[in-house]
């Protein structure tokens, strides 16, 4: 990038004494239609600004680091999938991608989403997933134990087999087609403020896990599904 920059705008004798781009231009070929110095020098500095935005938007880091989506190191994370926020906005960098058996353990992915991706069979224990998004994933099999995802998006996700032993699932947001049906674990879950589909709720306090009391808020399983016992 610095030899295309010097190679267009290093010669900086081609200006005359009234600052015009003289030499410069009057050894580049003449069009056929008539422009102005000026003009022809405001042309070849939006081409310029162009080049060096383009290179530099092409710079992305790839390994998640502390500080959650917030984090620029975490605009994509290590296995190369899911999305963050940039400047308060969720930006897509991927989505609908397979992210079967990763590794995301202790991890901070505050805010990072990872939406319509397959997600089966991954490892997030422990990990700070607070206002993630996993809108219409698929995380059959994958371990959420202990991990915190308070005012996480579900909508749409599916999680069978999932494990989500002294998860924390405060605040978080669902939908009627977001489904529990065969998770494996949820003793020790906090479910406070997030309101499931009714059918959903008695699925979930039917289960035989449904038991315990969260090690990080101190809430009972069953109250915070407001179970009916």
């Known amino acids: 990038m610095f030899l295309v920059l010097t190679a267009i705008v290093g010669n900086t004798s081609g200006f005359s004494s009234n600052g015009s781009p003289t030499n410069f231009f009057r050894s580049c070929p003449k069009s056929?239609?008539?422009?102005?110095?000026?003009?022809?020098f405001g042309e070849m500095t939006a081409v310029v600004a162009f080049v060096l935005v383009s290179t530099l938007s092409l710079t992305e880091p790839v390994f998640a680091v502390e500080g959650g989506a917030t984090t620029s190191a975490n605009a994509k994370?290590?296995?190369?999938?899911?999305?963050?926020?940039?400047?308060?906005?969720?930006?897509?960098?991927?989505?609908?991608?397979?992210?079967?058996r990763s590794n995301f353990s202790n991890q901070n992915l505050k805010g990072v989403a990872f939406q319509q991706s397959i997600v089966r069979d991954s490892n997030f224990k422990g990990c700070n997933l607070v206002g993630s998004s996993f809108f219409d994933a698929t995380l059959d099999g994958s371990n959420f134990e202990d991990a915190d995802m308070t005012l996480s998006n579900v909508e749409m996700a599916q999680f069978n087999r999932a494990n989500l032993h002294n998860t924390i699932m405060k605040e978080v947001y669902v939908s009627g087609s977001t489904l529990f049906e065969g998770v494996q674990n949820i003793e020790g879950s906090d479910w406070s403020e997030t309101y499931l589909r009714r059918d959903q709720q008695k699925y979930l306090c039917a289960h035989p896990t449904a038991k315990g009391t969260n090690p990080v808020t101190g809430v009972d399983t069953r109250e915070s599904l407001m179970c009916k016992d």
């Open 77 to 100: 994370i290590t296995t190369g999938g899911a999305s963050t926020l940039q400047s308060g906005r969720t930006i897509s960098i991927t989505r609908g991608v397979n992210l079967d």
């Open 32 to 40: 056929s239609t008539p422009k102005s110095e000026w003009q022809a």
